[in-house]
Nanobody, 121 residues
Framework: EVQLVESGGGLVQPGGSLRLSCAAS????????MSWVRQAPGKGLEWVSS????????SDADSVKGRFTISRDNAKNTLYLHMNTLKPEDTAVYYC??????????????WGQGTQVTVSS
């Protein structure tokens, strides 16, 4: 069973930086592609960034390209999101998402409880 715990969120001023972490357990982390998604107040889920199982390939949403960097440490079963030059529009609950290589419709995927990021003066 996929279990994910996000941490590292908080209050930061515009232009500031944060590093989010996602601790994974209950599955073989190194076999799963991973993503960060977020939900701003009153909005739906928005995909932010993804990384393949080995960490050698990443993809970012246009809204965060050049500012956010996704990475992973498979030895520590941990996913990261380094966020720089934060903007008020980055304010959201950030979720870690695990893409299972097993199954056909995401039935074995999982996500965590989320961590709040607030960018405000």
């Amino acid at each position: 069973e996929v279990q994910l715990v996000e941490s590292g969120g908080g209050l930061v001023q515009p232009g500031g930086s944060l590093r989010l972490s996602c601790a994974a357990s209950g599955f073989t982390f190194s076999k799963y592609a991973m993503s960060w998604v977020r939900q701003a107040p009153g909005k739906g889920l928005e995909w932010v960034s993804s990384i393949n199982s080995g960490g050698g390939s990443t993809s970012d949403a246009d809204s965060v390209k050049g500012r956010f960097t996704i990475s992973r440490d498979n030895a520590k079963n941990t996913l990261y999101l380094h966020m720089n030059t934060l903007k008020p529009e980055d304010t959201a609950v950030y979720y870690c998402y695990a893409h299972s290589p097993y199954g056909t419709r995401g039935e074995n995927d999982g996500w965590g409880q989320g961590t709040q990021v607030t960018v405000s003066s």
